[in-house]
Protein backbone atom coordinates (compact mmCIF):
# COMPACT_ATOMS: atom_id res chain seq x y z
CA UNK A 1 0.00 0.00 0.00
CA UNK A 2 1.52 3.26 -1.02
CA UNK A 3 2.03 6.21 1.55
CA UNK A 4 -0.37 8.13 -0.63
CA UNK A 5 -3.54 5.78 -0.05
CA UNK A 6 -2.79 5.26 2.78
CA UNK A 7 -2.83 9.07 3.75
CA UNK A 8 -6.27 9.05 1.99
CA UNK A 9 -7.78 6.08 3.71
CA UNK A 10 -6.84 7.76 6.70
CA UNK A 11 -8.30 11.18 6.31
CA UNK A 12 -11.45 9.51 5.16
CA UNK A 13 -11.44 7.85 8.48
CA UNK A 14 -10.89 10.86 10.34
CA UNK A 15 -13.93 13.10 8.23
CA UNK A 16 -15.83 9.84 9.35
CA UNK A 17 -15.41 10.20 12.52
CA UNK A 18 -15.71 13.83 12.85
CA UNK A 19 -19.21 13.34 10.56
CA UNK A 20 -20.30 10.75 12.93
CA UNK A 21 -19.04 11.70 16.18
CA UNK A 22 -18.24 7.81 16.70
CA UNK A 23 -14.73 6.08 16.80
CA UNK A 24 -13.77 4.18 13.54
CA UNK A 25 -11.36 1.58 13.62
CA UNK A 26 -9.58 1.00 9.71
CA UNK A 27 -7.91 -2.75 9.22
CA UNK A 28 -7.13 -3.90 5.84
CA UNK A 29 -8.15 -0.82 4.32
CA UNK A 30 -12.06 -1.42 5.78
CA UNK A 31 -13.08 1.13 8.15
CA UNK A 32 -15.11 -0.31 11.03
CA UNK A 33 -16.94 1.00 13.43
CA UNK A 34 -15.99 0.33 16.87
CA UNK A 35 -18.00 2.54 18.87
CA UNK A 36 -20.33 -0.02 20.67
CA UNK A 37 -16.44 -0.51 22.72
CA UNK A 38 -16.32 2.67 23.47
CA UNK A 39 -20.55 3.36 24.67
CA UNK A 40 -20.80 -0.48 26.02
CA UNK A 41 -17.95 -2.15 27.67
CA UNK A 42 -18.19 -0.48 31.07
CA UNK A 43 -16.93 -3.34 33.38
CA UNK A 44 -14.18 -5.98 32.83
CA UNK A 45 -16.75 -8.60 32.82
CA UNK A 46 -18.41 -7.28 29.46
CA UNK A 47 -14.80 -7.14 28.13
CA UNK A 48 -14.03 -10.26 29.07
CA UNK A 49 -16.52 -10.95 26.47
CA UNK A 50 -14.39 -9.31 24.00
CA UNK A 51 -11.12 -11.14 24.26
CA UNK A 52 -9.37 -13.74 25.75
CA UNK A 53 -7.26 -11.83 27.85
CA UNK A 54 -9.50 -10.50 31.09
CA UNK A 55 -9.71 -6.80 30.84
CA UNK A 56 -8.91 -6.05 27.19
CA UNK A 57 -10.75 -5.43 24.14
CA UNK A 58 -8.67 -7.59 21.45
CA UNK A 59 -7.69 -6.05 18.02
CA UNK A 60 -5.21 -6.46 14.94
CA UNK A 61 -2.15 -5.14 15.83
CA UNK A 62 -1.96 -2.68 12.59
CA UNK A 63 -5.74 -1.47 13.83
CA UNK A 64 -5.69 2.35 12.96
CA UNK A 65 -8.49 4.22 15.32
CA UNK A 66 -9.70 7.34 14.44
CA UNK A 67 -11.33 9.69 17.38
CA UNK A 68 -13.39 12.63 16.79
CA UNK A 69 -11.97 15.86 17.50
CA UNK A 70 -14.92 17.50 19.83
CA UNK A 71 -16.59 20.08 17.64
CA UNK A 72 -19.56 18.58 16.95
CA UNK A 73 -21.63 18.97 20.41
CA UNK A 74 -24.50 16.65 18.72
CA UNK A 75 -22.44 13.55 18.82
CA UNK A 76 -19.04 14.53 21.31
CA UNK A 77 -19.14 16.92 23.85
CA UNK A 78 -16.47 20.12 24.30
CA UNK A 79 -13.07 18.47 24.78
CA UNK A 80 -12.32 19.56 28.77
CA UNK A 81 -9.60 21.84 29.12
CA UNK A 82 -8.25 21.66 33.08
CA UNK A 83 -5.22 23.42 33.88
CA UNK A 84 -3.81 24.26 37.23
CA UNK A 85 -3.66 27.75 38.34
CA UNK A 86 0.15 28.34 37.41
CA UNK A 87 -0.29 27.54 33.74
CA UNK A 88 -3.53 29.95 33.37
CA UNK A 89 -3.85 32.89 31.13
CA UNK A 90 -3.30 35.20 34.27
CA UNK A 91 -0.14 33.70 35.94
CA UNK A 92 1.48 33.99 32.62
CA UNK A 93 0.29 37.66 31.73
CA UNK A 94 1.38 38.77 35.66
CA UNK A 95 4.49 36.63 34.99
CA UNK A 96 4.97 38.46 31.10
CA UNK A 97 4.24 42.31 33.57
CA UNK A 98 6.82 41.61 36.37
CA UNK A 99 9.38 40.67 33.78
CA UNK A 100 8.88 44.07 31.72
CA UNK A 101 8.46 46.32 35.00
CA UNK A 102 11.58 45.08 36.27
CA UNK A 103 13.29 45.61 33.33
CA UNK A 104 11.93 48.71 33.48
CA UNK A 105 12.82 49.65 36.96
CA UNK A 106 16.24 48.56 36.37
CA UNK A 107 16.57 50.55 33.25
CA UNK A 108 15.14 53.69 35.30
CA UNK A 109 17.94 52.88 37.92
CA UNK A 110 20.62 53.10 35.22
CA UNK A 111 19.60 56.02 33.83
CA UNK A 112 19.55 58.01 37.56
CA UNK A 113 22.71 56.49 38.13
CA UNK A 114 24.23 57.62 35.07
CA UNK A 115 22.89 61.33 35.13
CA UNK A 116 24.08 61.83 38.48
CA UNK A 117 27.19 61.11 38.17
CA UNK A 118 27.59 62.84 35.23
CA UNK A 119 26.43 65.78 37.55
CA UNK A 120 28.84 64.55 39.76
CA UNK A 121 31.47 62.89 38.90
CA UNK A 122 33.36 62.26 42.11
CA UNK A 123 30.50 61.17 44.20
CA UNK A 124 27.23 60.75 41.82
CA UNK A 125 25.28 57.37 41.89
CA UNK A 126 21.56 56.52 43.63
CA UNK A 127 22.81 57.10 46.92
CA UNK A 128 26.53 59.14 48.68
CA UNK A 129 27.28 58.47 52.03
CA UNK A 130 31.30 58.17 53.58
CA UNK A 131 30.45 55.11 55.74
CA UNK A 132 27.86 52.44 55.12
CA UNK A 133 26.25 52.86 58.42
CA UNK A 134 25.04 56.37 57.78
CA UNK A 135 22.51 54.45 55.42
CA UNK A 136 19.05 53.68 57.08
CA UNK A 137 18.23 49.93 57.46
CA UNK A 138 15.45 50.59 54.77
CA UNK A 139 17.97 51.96 52.19
CA UNK A 140 20.98 49.65 53.10
CA UNK A 141 18.48 46.80 52.63
CA UNK A 142 16.64 47.86 49.21
CA UNK A 143 20.61 48.39 47.67
CA UNK A 144 21.90 45.33 48.95
CA UNK A 145 18.82 42.57 49.73
CA UNK A 146 16.21 43.82 47.72
CA UNK A 147 17.01 43.48 44.01
CA UNK A 148 18.51 39.74 44.35
CA UNK A 149 15.43 38.47 46.55
CA UNK A 150 13.25 39.79 43.99
CA UNK A 151 14.74 38.36 41.53
CA UNK A 152 15.41 35.26 42.75
CA UNK A 153 11.42 34.62 44.13
CA UNK A 154 10.24 36.03 40.49
CA UNK A 155 12.68 32.86 39.05
CA UNK A 156 10.84 30.46 41.73
CA UNK A 157 7.28 31.85 40.15
CA UNK A 158 8.17 30.83 36.77
CA UNK A 159 9.68 27.39 38.35
CA UNK A 160 6.16 26.96 39.28
CA UNK A 161 4.89 27.07 36.08
CA UNK A 162 7.72 25.17 34.61
CA UNK A 163 6.78 22.49 36.38
CA UNK A 164 3.62 22.09 35.61
CA UNK A 165 3.94 22.56 31.90
CA UNK A 166 6.68 19.76 31.76
CA UNK A 167 4.36 17.60 33.37
CA UNK A 168 1.60 17.91 31.48
CA UNK A 169 2.67 18.57 27.99
CA UNK A 170 2.23 14.67 27.54
CA UNK A 171 -1.20 15.09 27.98
CA UNK A 172 -1.49 18.17 25.61
CA UNK A 173 0.25 15.80 22.68
CA UNK A 174 -2.22 12.93 23.05
CA UNK A 175 -5.10 15.58 22.86
CA UNK A 176 -4.38 16.78 19.28
CA UNK A 177 -6.74 15.59 16.92
CA UNK A 178 -4.94 12.67 15.47
CA UNK A 179 -2.73 12.22 18.61
CA UNK A 180 0.93 11.64 19.24
CA UNK A 181 3.14 9.47 19.15
CA UNK A 182 4.49 7.48 22.40
CA UNK A 183 8.01 9.07 21.61
CA UNK A 184 5.99 12.51 22.09
CA UNK A 185 3.71 11.49 24.81
CA UNK A 186 3.99 8.33 26.68
CA UNK A 187 7.73 7.99 26.49
CA UNK A 188 8.34 11.81 27.07
CA UNK A 189 9.98 12.24 30.39
CA UNK A 190 10.59 16.28 31.27
CA UNK A 191 10.21 15.83 34.99
CA UNK A 192 13.83 13.62 35.72
CA UNK A 193 15.87 15.29 32.93
CA UNK A 194 18.20 17.95 33.52
CA UNK A 195 16.85 21.29 33.01
CA UNK A 196 19.63 23.00 31.26
CA UNK A 197 19.37 20.43 29.07
CA UNK A 198 15.15 19.94 28.53
CA UNK A 199 15.24 23.01 26.05
CA UNK A 200 17.01 20.24 23.56
CA UNK A 201 14.99 17.72 23.89
CA UNK A 202 11.92 20.10 24.06
CA UNK A 203 13.44 21.10 20.26
CA UNK A 204 13.51 18.02 19.00
CA UNK A 205 10.23 17.03 19.55
CA UNK A 206 9.23 20.89 18.56
CA UNK A 207 7.06 20.78 21.72
CA UNK A 208 6.94 24.43 22.08
CA UNK A 209 5.41 25.38 25.33
CA UNK A 210 8.05 23.14 27.12
CA UNK A 211 10.94 25.46 25.05
CA UNK A 212 9.14 28.95 25.79
CA UNK A 213 8.96 27.57 29.69
CA UNK A 214 12.68 26.12 30.26
CA UNK A 215 13.77 29.16 28.44
CA UNK A 216 12.15 31.37 30.53
CA UNK A 217 12.70 29.77 33.70
CA UNK A 218 16.61 29.08 33.12
CA UNK A 219 16.84 33.01 32.32
CA UNK A 220 14.75 34.55 35.09
CA UNK A 221 15.83 32.07 37.58
CA UNK A 222 19.73 31.46 36.78
CA UNK A 223 21.03 34.13 34.31
CA UNK A 224 18.79 37.17 36.17
CA UNK A 225 19.99 36.75 39.81
CA UNK A 226 23.67 36.89 38.61
CA UNK A 227 23.20 39.47 36.57
CA UNK A 228 21.35 41.63 39.39
CA UNK A 229 24.18 40.69 41.89
CA UNK A 230 26.98 42.31 39.07
CA UNK A 231 24.54 45.18 38.09
CA UNK A 232 25.07 47.31 41.57
CA UNK A 233 28.18 48.04 42.85
CA UNK A 234 29.63 50.36 45.39
CA UNK A 235 31.86 53.23 44.20
CA UNK A 236 34.76 53.78 44.24
CA UNK A 237 36.91 50.01 44.15
CA UNK A 238 37.55 48.98 47.22
CA UNK A 239 40.74 49.11 47.16
CA UNK A 240 40.73 52.95 46.24
CA UNK A 241 38.69 54.16 49.03
CA UNK A 242 39.44 56.08 52.19
CA UNK A 243 37.32 56.27 55.53
CA UNK A 244 36.89 59.90 54.77
CA UNK A 245 36.11 60.01 51.28
CA UNK A 246 32.28 59.98 49.83
CA UNK A 247 31.18 56.61 48.42
CA UNK A 248 27.78 55.95 45.92
CA UNK A 249 26.27 53.27 45.08
CA UNK A 250 26.28 53.10 41.05
CA UNK A 251 24.63 51.30 38.39
CA UNK A 252 26.83 49.55 36.04
CA UNK A 253 25.64 50.48 32.49
CA UNK A 254 27.11 47.19 30.42
CA UNK A 255 25.31 44.81 33.25
CA UNK A 256 22.20 46.64 33.93
CA UNK A 257 21.70 46.26 30.33
CA UNK A 258 22.00 42.93 29.92
CA UNK A 259 19.90 42.44 33.02
CA UNK A 260 16.82 44.49 31.14
CA UNK A 261 17.95 42.52 27.66
CA UNK A 262 17.38 38.77 30.06
CA UNK A 263 14.01 40.51 31.81
CA UNK A 264 12.85 41.30 27.89
CA UNK A 265 13.77 37.87 27.14
CA UNK A 266 11.49 36.30 29.81
CA UNK A 267 8.57 38.52 28.97
CA UNK A 268 8.89 37.55 24.89
CA UNK A 269 8.83 33.98 26.18
CA UNK A 270 5.79 34.44 28.48
CA UNK A 271 4.16 35.64 25.95
CA UNK A 272 5.19 32.57 23.80
CA UNK A 273 3.74 30.88 26.48
CA UNK A 274 0.87 31.93 26.58
CA UNK A 275 0.30 31.61 23.33
CA UNK A 276 1.19 27.96 23.03
CA UNK A 277 -1.11 27.75 26.16
CA UNK A 278 -4.16 27.86 23.79
CA UNK A 279 -4.65 24.37 23.21
CA UNK A 280 -6.71 22.46 25.23
CA UNK A 281 -5.16 19.19 27.54
CA UNK A 282 -8.37 17.01 27.28
CA UNK A 283 -8.17 16.47 30.73
CA UNK A 284 -10.77 16.67 33.24
CA UNK A 285 -9.35 17.20 36.43
CA UNK A 286 -5.80 16.87 37.78
CA UNK A 287 -3.99 13.03 36.71
CA UNK A 288 -1.95 12.99 39.60
CA UNK A 289 -0.22 9.62 40.54
CA UNK A 290 -0.26 6.17 39.30
CA UNK A 291 -4.26 6.19 39.90
CA UNK A 292 -4.56 8.86 37.73
CA UNK A 293 -2.71 7.19 34.78
CA UNK A 294 -4.78 3.93 36.10
CA UNK A 295 -8.34 5.63 35.72
CA UNK A 296 -7.52 6.76 32.12
CA UNK A 297 -6.55 2.91 30.73
CA UNK A 298 -10.01 1.08 32.36
CA UNK A 299 -12.01 2.00 28.85
CA UNK A 300 -9.74 1.21 25.83
CA UNK A 301 -7.26 -1.64 24.58
CA UNK A 302 -3.93 0.09 24.86
CA UNK A 303 -3.06 -2.06 27.34
CA UNK A 304 -2.62 -4.89 24.99
CA UNK A 305 0.53 -3.32 23.61
CA UNK A 306 2.33 -3.64 27.18
CA UNK A 307 2.27 -7.29 27.14
CA UNK A 308 5.74 -9.07 28.05
CA UNK A 309 7.08 -5.24 29.13
CA UNK A 310 6.71 -5.98 32.87
CA UNK A 311 10.42 -5.90 33.51
CA UNK A 312 11.71 -3.80 30.03
CA UNK A 313 13.74 -0.45 30.11
CA UNK A 314 12.34 2.62 28.89
CA UNK A 315 14.09 1.82 25.77
CA UNK A 316 12.94 -1.42 25.35
CA UNK A 317 9.18 -0.20 25.56
CA UNK A 318 9.21 2.51 23.20
CA UNK A 319 11.18 0.21 20.87
CA UNK A 320 7.11 -1.53 21.22
CA UNK A 321 5.32 1.41 20.85
CA UNK A 322 6.81 3.15 18.57
CA UNK A 323 4.73 1.93 15.80
CA UNK A 324 1.27 3.51 16.80
CA UNK A 325 0.14 6.74 17.48
CA UNK A 326 -1.92 7.37 20.89
CA UNK A 327 -4.71 9.51 21.82
CA UNK A 328 -6.53 11.18 24.68
CA UNK A 329 -10.14 10.37 24.08
CA UNK A 330 -13.34 10.98 26.83
CA UNK A 331 -10.29 10.73 29.09
CA UNK A 332 -9.30 7.85 28.33
CA UNK A 333 -5.80 6.72 26.70
CA UNK A 334 -6.89 4.95 23.50
CA UNK A 335 -4.66 3.47 20.66
CA UNK A 336 -4.53 5.55 17.76
CA UNK A 337 -3.66 5.42 13.89
CA UNK A 338 -0.95 2.87 13.31
CA UNK A 339 2.26 4.08 12.09
CA UNK A 340 5.63 2.63 10.52
CA UNK A 341 8.35 3.94 12.05
CA UNK A 342 11.63 4.02 11.38
CA UNK A 343 12.83 5.72 14.38
CA UNK A 344 16.14 4.37 16.13
CA UNK A 345 16.26 3.56 19.96
CA UNK A 346 19.30 4.00 21.16
CA UNK A 347 19.88 1.26 24.28
CA UNK A 348 20.70 2.13 27.23
CA UNK A 349 22.00 0.75 30.33
CA UNK A 350 19.32 -0.71 32.50
CA UNK A 351 20.03 1.29 35.74
CA UNK A 352 16.60 2.37 36.96
CA UNK A 353 17.77 5.09 39.27
CA UNK A 354 16.78 8.98 37.78
CA UNK A 355 20.12 10.32 36.66
CA UNK A 356 20.67 12.38 39.96
CA UNK A 357 20.17 9.68 42.20
CA UNK A 358 23.10 7.49 40.77
CA UNK A 359 26.43 7.40 42.31
CA UNK A 360 28.55 8.81 39.55
CA UNK A 361 26.43 11.71 39.72
CA UNK A 362 25.71 11.61 43.54
CA UNK A 363 29.57 11.71 44.59
CA UNK A 364 30.62 14.80 42.31
CA UNK A 365 27.56 16.74 43.72
CA UNK A 366 28.30 16.26 47.00
CA UNK A 367 32.14 16.52 46.33
CA UNK A 368 31.22 20.01 44.60
CA UNK A 369 29.26 21.19 47.42
CA UNK A 370 32.08 20.40 50.07
CA UNK A 371 34.36 21.88 47.94
CA UNK A 372 32.74 25.18 47.86
CA UNK A 373 31.48 25.10 51.53
CA UNK A 374 35.53 25.13 52.33
CA UNK A 375 36.12 27.64 49.31
CA UNK A 376 33.75 29.82 51.09
CA UNK A 377 35.91 30.90 54.44
CA UNK A 378 39.22 30.96 52.04
CA UNK A 379 37.78 33.35 49.68
CA UNK A 380 36.29 35.28 52.42
CA UNK A 381 39.25 35.45 54.67
CA UNK A 382 42.26 34.92 52.53
CA UNK A 383 43.46 37.78 51.01
CA UNK A 384 45.62 36.13 48.26
CA UNK A 385 42.25 33.92 47.29
CA UNK A 386 39.75 37.00 48.52
CA UNK A 387 41.21 38.66 45.23
CA UNK A 388 38.58 36.19 42.81
CA UNK A 389 35.64 37.44 44.50
CA UNK A 390 36.54 41.21 44.89
CA UNK A 391 37.42 41.26 41.23
CA UNK A 392 34.12 38.97 40.43
CA UNK A 393 31.22 39.60 42.67
CA UNK A 394 28.85 37.88 40.44
CA UNK A 395 30.60 34.69 40.80
CA UNK A 396 29.55 33.42 44.45
CA UNK A 397 26.18 34.05 42.99
CA UNK A 398 26.95 32.45 39.83
CA UNK A 399 28.16 28.84 41.71
CA UNK A 400 25.28 28.90 44.10
CA UNK A 401 22.98 29.00 40.96
CA UNK A 402 24.45 26.37 40.07
CA UNK A 403 23.88 24.62 42.97
CA UNK A 404 20.37 25.00 43.23
CA UNK A 405 19.96 24.05 39.67
CA UNK A 406 21.31 20.69 40.74
CA UNK A 407 19.62 20.13 43.69
CA UNK A 408 16.25 20.98 42.36
CA UNK A 409 17.17 18.11 39.78
CA UNK A 410 17.46 15.76 42.49
CA UNK A 411 14.11 17.02 44.47
CA UNK A 412 12.31 16.36 41.63
CA UNK A 413 13.80 13.06 41.47
CA UNK A 414 12.38 12.23 45.04
CA UNK A 415 9.46 13.56 45.39
CA UNK A 416 8.52 11.67 41.65
CA UNK A 417 10.27 8.29 42.91
CA UNK A 418 8.06 8.90 46.59
CA UNK A 419 5.20 6.72 45.93
CA UNK A 420 7.29 4.14 44.14
CA UNK A 421 9.58 3.67 47.00
CA UNK A 422 6.44 3.29 49.61
CA UNK A 423 5.03 0.32 47.26
CA UNK A 424 8.16 -1.35 47.21
CA UNK A 425 8.48 -1.74 50.69
CA UNK A 426 4.86 -3.13 50.24
CA UNK A 427 0.95 -2.59 51.93
CA UNK A 428 1.29 0.95 51.10
CA UNK A 429 -2.26 2.72 51.70
CA UNK A 430 -4.72 3.07 49.02
CA UNK A 431 -4.02 7.29 48.98
CA UNK A 432 0.11 6.11 47.78
CA UNK A 433 -1.80 5.74 44.52
CA UNK A 434 -2.92 9.18 44.57
CA UNK A 435 0.41 10.76 45.79
CA UNK A 436 1.45 13.02 43.39
CA UNK A 437 4.53 15.54 44.97
CA UNK A 438 5.21 16.34 41.29
CA UNK A 439 2.28 18.58 40.89
CA UNK A 440 2.58 19.98 44.42
CA UNK A 441 3.89 24.16 44.94
CA UNK A 442 7.54 23.49 45.91
CA UNK A 443 7.13 26.16 48.45
CA UNK A 444 4.17 23.97 50.47
CA UNK A 445 5.91 20.60 49.25
CA UNK A 446 7.88 21.06 53.08
CA UNK A 447 5.19 21.04 54.76
CA UNK A 448 2.49 18.70 52.72
CA UNK A 449 5.46 15.93 53.05
CA UNK A 450 5.57 16.60 56.91
CA UNK A 451 1.91 15.82 57.10
CA UNK A 452 2.32 12.86 55.31
CA UNK A 453 5.08 11.49 57.29
CA UNK A 454 7.57 11.32 54.60
CA UNK A 455 10.31 12.95 55.94
CA UNK A 456 13.51 12.26 54.07
CA UNK A 457 11.17 14.16 50.92
CA UNK A 458 10.66 17.07 53.17
CA UNK A 459 14.17 17.43 54.17
CA UNK A 460 15.25 17.45 50.51
CA UNK A 461 12.09 19.76 49.29
CA UNK A 462 13.02 22.00 52.30
CA UNK A 463 16.76 22.30 50.73
CA UNK A 464 15.79 23.62 47.68
CA UNK A 465 13.82 26.60 49.73
CA UNK A 466 17.49 27.37 51.68
CA UNK A 467 19.22 26.69 47.83
CA UNK A 468 17.60 29.90 46.57
CA UNK A 469 18.35 31.89 50.27
CA UNK A 470 21.65 30.42 49.51
CA UNK A 471 21.95 32.62 46.57
CA UNK A 472 21.25 35.57 48.29
CA UNK A 473 23.62 34.97 51.01
CA UNK A 474 26.45 34.65 48.69
CA UNK A 475 25.98 37.98 47.61
CA UNK A 476 27.25 39.62 50.10
CA UNK A 477 30.35 37.98 50.53
CA UNK A 478 32.39 39.13 47.82
CA UNK A 479 34.09 41.33 50.19
CA UNK A 480 37.63 40.89 52.88
CA UNK A 481 36.35 39.46 55.48
CA UNK A 482 39.56 40.05 57.62
CA UNK A 483 37.74 43.56 58.82
CA UNK A 484 34.59 41.97 59.94
CA UNK A 485 36.87 39.57 62.79
CA UNK A 486 36.74 41.84 65.84
CA UNK A 487 39.95 43.85 66.54
CA UNK A 488 40.93 43.62 62.81
CA UNK A 489 38.50 46.24 61.23
CA UNK A 490 39.33 49.77 62.56
CA UNK A 491 39.11 51.23 66.15
CA UNK A 492 35.97 50.85 67.56
CA UNK A 493 34.66 48.98 64.82
CA UNK A 494 33.15 46.01 66.63
CA UNK A 495 29.76 47.38 66.69
CA UNK A 496 27.30 50.02 64.28
CA UNK A 497 28.91 53.00 65.92
CA UNK A 498 31.01 55.83 64.49
CA UNK A 499 34.71 54.93 64.97
CA UNK A 500 37.58 57.27 64.30
CA UNK A 501 40.14 55.23 62.63
CA UNK A 502 40.63 56.78 59.18
CA UNK A 503 42.51 53.99 57.10
CA UNK A 504 41.53 52.97 53.97
CA UNK A 505 41.32 49.05 55.14
CA UNK A 506 38.67 49.80 57.53
CA UNK A 507 35.56 47.75 57.39
CA UNK A 508 32.89 50.60 56.97
CA UNK A 509 34.83 51.23 53.23
CA UNK A 510 33.22 48.21 52.48
CA UNK A 511 29.53 47.62 50.84
CA UNK A 512 28.66 45.34 54.30
CA UNK A 513 28.15 46.15 57.78
CA UNK A 514 29.14 44.03 60.81
CA UNK A 515 25.59 42.47 61.30
CA UNK A 516 25.00 41.62 57.58
CA UNK A 517 28.07 40.29 56.66
CA UNK A 518 28.12 37.93 59.39
CA UNK A 519 24.35 36.79 58.92
CA UNK A 520 25.39 36.00 55.55
CA UNK A 521 28.47 34.20 55.97
CA UNK A 522 26.95 32.56 58.86
CA UNK A 523 23.59 31.74 56.94
CA UNK A 524 25.77 30.49 54.04
CA UNK A 525 27.88 27.89 55.63
CA UNK A 526 24.58 26.38 57.54
CA UNK A 527 22.84 25.88 54.20
CA UNK A 528 26.17 24.31 52.82
CA UNK A 529 26.22 21.59 55.33
CA UNK A 530 22.85 21.58 55.42
CA UNK A 531 22.82 20.42 51.77
CA UNK A 532 25.80 17.97 52.18
CA UNK A 533 24.11 16.29 54.98
CA UNK A 534 20.96 15.97 53.42
CA UNK A 535 22.45 15.33 50.02
CA UNK A 536 24.48 11.87 52.29
CA UNK A 537 21.15 10.81 53.59
CA UNK A 538 19.02 11.04 49.98
CA UNK A 539 21.81 8.65 48.98
CA UNK A 540 22.19 6.87 51.53
CA UNK A 541 18.45 5.99 51.29
CA UNK A 542 17.64 5.93 47.67
CA UNK A 543 20.20 5.63 45.54
CA UNK A 544 19.60 1.76 45.98
CA UNK A 545 18.08 -0.10 43.26
CA UNK A 546 14.12 -1.35 44.00
CA UNK A 547 12.65 -0.35 40.56
CA UNK A 548 13.06 -2.72 37.39
CA UNK A 549 13.66 0.57 35.38
CA UNK A 550 13.63 4.30 35.33
CA UNK A 551 9.81 6.02 36.35
CA UNK A 552 8.67 9.44 35.13
CA UNK A 553 7.32 8.65 31.96
CA UNK A 554 3.20 7.13 31.69
CA UNK A 555 4.32 4.25 29.73
CA UNK A 556 6.31 3.26 32.47
CA UNK A 557 3.39 2.81 34.92
CA UNK A 558 1.11 1.69 32.30
CA UNK A 559 3.70 -1.29 31.94
CA UNK A 560 3.66 -1.81 36.19
CA UNK A 561 -0.39 -2.05 35.84
CA UNK A 562 -0.97 -3.95 32.74
CA UNK A 563 -1.83 -7.06 33.96
CA UNK A 564 -3.00 -5.71 37.52
CA UNK A 565 -6.56 -6.92 39.33
CA UNK A 566 -6.44 -3.56 40.83
CA UNK A 567 -7.82 -1.71 37.66
CA UNK A 568 -11.34 -3.32 38.33
CA UNK A 569 -10.96 -0.76 41.27
CA UNK A 570 -10.77 2.50 38.90
CA UNK A 571 -13.46 1.67 35.96
CA UNK A 572 -15.65 4.70 35.66
CA UNK A 573 -13.31 6.52 37.86
CA UNK A 574 -11.33 8.91 35.24
CA UNK A 575 -13.98 11.62 36.19
CA UNK A 576 -12.81 11.31 39.47
CA UNK A 577 -10.51 13.99 40.62
CA UNK A 578 -7.00 12.98 43.35
CA UNK A 579 -9.36 13.25 46.24
CA UNK A 580 -12.52 11.59 45.08
CA UNK A 581 -10.41 8.86 43.54
CA UNK A 582 -8.52 8.81 47.30
CA UNK A 583 -11.62 8.79 48.81
CA UNK A 584 -12.83 5.94 46.27
CA UNK A 585 -9.46 3.92 46.69
CA UNK A 586 -9.62 3.95 50.65
CA UNK A 587 -13.64 2.32 50.97
CA UNK A 588 -12.40 -0.85 49.91
CA UNK A 589 -9.48 -1.07 52.55
CA UNK A 590 -7.16 -2.94 50.55
CA UNK A 591 -3.01 -2.28 50.43
CA UNK A 592 -0.79 -1.97 47.75
CA UNK A 593 2.67 -3.30 46.65
CA UNK A 594 5.41 -3.25 43.92
CA UNK A 595 6.25 -6.58 42.78
CA UNK A 596 5.63 -9.88 41.86
CA UNK A 597 1.94 -11.32 41.63
CA UNK A 598 -0.47 -13.66 39.26
CA UNK A 599 -2.28 -11.17 36.97
CA UNK A 600 -5.93 -11.39 35.69
CA UNK A 601 -4.66 -13.47 32.68
CA UNK A 602 -3.27 -16.21 35.70
CA UNK A 603 0.43 -15.43 34.49
CA UNK A 604 2.93 -13.99 36.42
CA UNK A 605 4.10 -10.80 36.33
CA UNK A 606 6.00 -8.10 37.91
CA UNK A 607 3.94 -4.68 38.44
CA UNK A 608 2.32 -2.68 40.87
CA UNK A 609 -0.80 -4.70 42.42
CA UNK A 610 -2.97 -4.99 45.70
CA UNK A 611 -2.16 -7.09 48.26
CA UNK A 612 -1.14 -9.50 49.05
CA UNK A 613 1.13 -9.95 46.21
CA UNK A 614 3.36 -13.33 45.48
CA UNK A 615 6.38 -11.93 46.24
CA UNK A 616 8.69 -8.53 46.58
CA UNK A 617 10.76 -7.21 43.95
CA UNK A 618 14.48 -7.71 44.19
CA UNK A 619 16.18 -5.88 41.26
CA UNK A 620 18.30 -8.20 38.95
CA UNK A 621 16.23 -11.10 40.23
CA UNK A 622 13.66 -12.84 38.43
CA UNK A 623 10.96 -14.59 41.01
CA UNK A 624 9.80 -16.64 38.33
CA UNK A 625 12.65 -18.84 37.11
CA UNK A 626 12.93 -21.88 39.20
CA UNK A 627 9.55 -21.46 40.44
CA UNK A 628 7.68 -24.71 39.96
CA UNK A 629 3.86 -24.57 38.78
CA UNK A 630 1.60 -26.83 36.96
CA UNK A 631 1.37 -26.67 33.57
CA UNK A 632 5.34 -25.58 33.24
CA UNK A 633 7.81 -27.67 31.92
CA UNK A 634 10.36 -27.90 34.47
CA UNK A 635 12.99 -30.72 35.08
CA UNK A 636 14.54 -31.27 39.02
CA UNK A 637 17.54 -30.19 37.09
CA UNK A 638 16.44 -26.92 36.26
CA UNK A 639 14.30 -26.52 39.31
Known amino acids: MTADVVDEQAKKAQDEAENTGKVVAVA ?38 FFPEGKFPIHYPQMPA ?54 SVAEYFTWQ ?34 GATAGESLNMDYLTFLSFLVPLRALRHRQYAVIYSSLGTLVASSLVPVLQSASMTMWPDEKDRNLGDWKAVRVEPAWSRALSACLLIVAACGGALMYAMQRKSGLQSDPKG ?5 AMATKSHILTDFK ?73 FVEETGIITQTLPWMMTGIATVIRILWNTMNSDVRMLQPFYLLSLRHAPAKTLTLDYAGTNPLWLPFEA ?21 TVCVSSLSV ?31 DQTFRSFWWSFILTMFILIYLISIALLTYAKRSQKFMPREIGTMASVLAFIHQSKMLFSFIDTEKLNSREMTKHLEKSGKTYALGWFQGRDGEDHLGIDEEEISSAYVFGKDWTEGRLRPGRDLTWEVY
Open 28 to 65: AEVPVDISEFTGVARDFDSMRTLTAEAGLISSGAQTSY
Open 82 to 135: WRPLTMSSWWILMLIILALALAGVQEYLCQVSLRDVRDHPKNGGLWKFKKVNSL
Open 145 to 178: YAPIMISVFYGVLWQMSDFEVKRLEPFYQLSKKT
Open 290 to 294: IAGIA
Open 308 to 380: GLDQASLPQIHKQLRQRRYILHKSSLWQGEYIKSKEKIHEQGSDPRPLMLRMWAGVPFIGFLFLFTIAVPLLT
Open 450 to 470: FLNGHYLVMLVAFGSILAEIL
Open 480 to 510: DGKKFIPGFGGQNQDDDHDGDNSESNDRWNT
